[in-house]
């Protein structure tokens, strides 16, 4: 399924929403996407700077391809799971009032896909393999 994760700061958690619908289909404490785009709104970013107000602006694309919740964990979460850093992976971030696209959290490198992107309960951004 093909869905735009992005972080619930009202529920703290993720809400995964599906792109053929464009409806929320569940919210999770933590997604695993694959072939993963990552996309910021730049109309939104802009209303965030001028209304110092956050809105849904930004967020990941890409194939679900496992999720954690209260309810246990489904999917191909075992495969890739804790060891994503470990793999290749870099720590993501955006933030709208310092960067206009997701960054490398080391370098502040934009990065705009990444083979896999695990998004974890405590909010961190992981991409694996990520490219510019």
Known sequence: ????????????CWSVRSCETGRVVFHAD?????DATFSVGTKG????????????HAGVRG???????????????FKFGEGA???GGVEV??????VATFVRKADST???AADGVMLQGN?????????T
């Open 30 to 34: 933590a997604v695993w996407i694959m």
């Open 85 to 87: 850093v470990s793999t």
């Open 110 to 112: 934009p990065i705009h």
């Open 93 to 98: 971030y955006y933030n709208p009032y310092k």
């Open 123 to 131: 909010g961190t951004v992981v991409a694996v393999r990520p490219s």
């Open 63 to 77: 194939t679900l391809s496992g999720y954690k919740n209260s309810d246990g964990i489904e999917g191909q979460w």
């Open 45 to 56: 970013r802009e209303r965030v700077l001028r209304e110092k107000k956050k809105n849904v």
């Open 1 to 12: 399924m093909r869905v735009f994760v992005y972080r619930n700061l009202h529920k703290n």
